[in-house]
């Protein structure tokens, strides 16, 4: 059966790193048939969270009219989310950090909405080629699963790379892409 996939990147290079595995994620799920929407996190306006309690008050998740709002309805519809990041201090890309805080309106009390994420995938890269440079975005990742009670998550987590094109050494493109194959 075909999933919603919910593809969210960080990367603001088109042809970088993070975005080239971000392609073949999708391409690898449509091949499968599977109905995907990427969200450009880096490339669009998204404010912070402000904690003011007023979630969905006038039907939009976030009382800050930004690019959130925009995505809100794949967010709902979406049984798989995939996080796609470059790591630059050893956590997520700004972008991609502001938009995990505004999933927040999906648990306060008055949401009163249940999101269908039943998987979760997190493809990272980084310059460094210790992999405990990985650390810190796996500890975040794993609070978005654990708060939405998601338990199936899969990690391509890629060491080494910064220049445009350094992605293209190894089998990481094709294991991104059979990664996305594999979503059914």
């Given at each position: ?23 073949a994620?999708?391409k690898?799920?449509r091949?499968?048939?599977n109905a995907?929407h990427?969200?450009?996190?880096a490339?669009k306006?998204i ?7 007023n ?5 939009k ?6 690019d ?15 996080i796609v ?15 995990v805080?505004?999933?927040?309106a ?9 999101l269908?994420?039943?998987?979760a ?6 310059e ?17 699963l ?13 060491p080494?790379v ?5 992605i293209n050494?190894?089998t990481?493109?094709?294991d991104?892409?059979?990664?996305g194959?594999?979503?059914?």
């Amino acid at each position: 059966m075909a999933k919603n996939v919910l593809v969210i990147t960080g990367s603001a290079r088109k042809e970088g790193n993070s975005m080239s595995l971000a392609y073949a994620f999708i391409k690898g799920a449509r091949v499968s048939e599977n109905a995907v929407h990427r969200f450009d996190a880096a490339n669009k306006k998204i404010l912070p969270c402000r904690d003011c309690e007023n979630c969905w008050r006038r039907g939009k998740p976030c009382m800050i009219d930004d690019d959130f709002n925009t995505v809100a309805p794949y967010i709902q519809v979406s049984d798989i989310l995939v996080i796609v990041t470059p790591i630059y201090f050893g956590g997520m890309a700004a972008s991609v950090k502001l938009f995990v805080d505004k999933l927040y309106a999906y648990l306060v009390p008055q949401s009163k909405r249940t999101l269908k994420i039943t998987k979760a995938y997190l493809i990272a890269v980084c310059e460094d080629k210790d992999m405990e440079m990985f650390a810190g975005v796996k500890h975040e990742f794993k609070t978005i699963l654990d708060s939405f009670n998601i338990t199936d998550a899969e990690y391509l987590l890629v060491p080494g790379v910064k220049n445009i094109g350094d992605i293209n050494q190894g089998t990481y493109l094709n294991d991104a892409f059979e990664m996305g194959k594999a979503v059914k």
